[in-house]
């Protein structure tokens, strides 16, 4: 029988070598084949990982855009739903003035069919076998490129970064001879540690993400650490999100007939039944979780204070740690930090790691969570 409550589920990439054009400029032949495959699977991982990494926000290069828009065009073209400037600018997180930079190149420089239908409010192609030719990749391009490579490397546990690897060596053999090579530009000089992670069963991971792609009801078994057996469930997921080394899906569990966050790495025996869902109108990922302050949220509000020590104040100054913080400086070097959020779980694990330089004001409850696991802690080391 399943808890009653939400589960909190905690639990090499061959080297990149940074590949530049002596022009500064390289033309991948059959770029709308290789690199729509890179250009889609990359995109849909900095997407994941932007929520977590502000920096992923950036590494959006023209080449990567133009493979969206191109994507998007097709689709439009074959449901009738055409994309304009504003969903798509909403969907990549950009500029709608970039996005209209953007088509205009593909129209007036790459000789795309590209027009506006105004009765559908929306761009569509003209010409079905119209395909993108070689692209242009710049040196930062390539850079980004790298970079992302690496920062693979912290989905390790999971069939995507196989993939991945196989995509970047297909994308290397089709540059051109004409390049040269930088073997350790980034090899020997960058280098990002990844959070632990969890194991993930491959077989899970493919089950799993085949029902999140065709709206189908997941079943499965599901075993929390701390219970001796695993439990029947089934789950329509919505949506799935990496956190801190774990992937997670969120979705309607059948059993609470509420919505859930399940840890894929604790999913057993999984399958896809044949039972077609839809996802709520009024199901939006990025507003219910905005202010969370990690994996799980709720209905609930909770307003955080704490005081740092003037020695601990600077380093929690430099970092955004959750979009409504704010801190109040006080003469003596102390700060105190004030935000907004739905679950006190997490904070109190994060409060935690100051140590003796915070100390939690309000709310009450998080006091108490805070002096019982010091409490508990004293006395699993004993009296000095």
Known sequence: MPPDRIDDGRGEVEGSRSIIPSSGVLALPNGATILKEVGQTVSDLLQIESRRCPLAKKFKPQFLRLLFIDGKLREGTRSGLLPNCTTLAEEYEISTKTIQRDIDYLKW???APIEYDAVRRGYCYTEDDFVLPALRITESDLFAICITEKVLVQ???TPIYEKLKGIFSKLEAYLPDKITVHPSALDDRLSFF???STRIDPAI?????RALRTSRTLDFRYKIPTFETAYDNR????HAVGYRGEWYLIG???YKDALRVFGLSRIQDAAVSDDIFTVPANFDFQAQWHNSFGIITSD??????VRFTPDQAPYVKERDWH??????DHPDGSTIMTFNVPHLFEVKRWVLTWGKGVRVLEPTALVEMVRADLRGALEAYGSA
């Open 205 to 209: 991971w493919e089950v799993a993400f």
């Open 194 to 196: 990844p959070e632990a």
């Open 235 to 238: 789950l329509d997921p919505y």
């Open 323 to 328: 979009p409504t913080q704010s801190f109040e």
């Open 109 to 111: 420089q790459l000789g």
């Open 155 to 157: 989905y390790r546990n």
């Open 300 to 305: 609930e509000q909770h307003e955080v204070a």
């Open 252 to 254: 309607r569990c059948h």
